[in-house]
């Protein structure tokens, strides 16, 4: 997991493009997930940043659920469930970092 500065930030934008795949609908603290609506395909193994007011970190999806079944990809259209490192907030924006 890595968190950014500002300047940070910038830099990295430059480095490396990023794709929005959704946002975050849902949080659930107790086991870490976060519940998101996809617009973009998203896969095991992708790096994905998270934004949002008081959010902006990067990791590696290690899961993904749809009704408690695990995949290992998910399509636009699909709501699912992603285990995350920190928390996030309904409304953060999900990016695939490429």
């Known amino acids: 997991m890595r968190f ?12 490396m493009p990023e794709l929005l795949v959704g946002t975050v ?16 395909q998203l ?4 790096t ?5 007011h008081t ?3 990067e990791q590696e999806v290690d899961s993904i659920q749809i009704n408690h079944a695990n995949l290992t990809e998910a399509k636009a259209g699909d709501s ?6 920190d928390r996030v907030r309904p409304g953060d ?3 695939k970092v490429t």
Request: glycine share 10%.
């Open 4 to 15: 950014y500065t500002e300047s940070e930030r910038a830099e990295t934008e430059k480095e």
């Open 25 to 40: 609908s849902d949080y659930f603290a107790h086991p870490g997930v976060a519940g998101i609506d996809l617009i973009d």
């Open 43 to 46: 896969k095991v193994g992708d």
């Open 48 to 52: 994905i940043r998270i934004e949002g």
């Open 55 to 57: 959010t902006d970190f």
């Open 80 to 85: 699912v469930g992603i285990r995350v490192c």
């Open 93 to 95: 924006m999900v990016y």
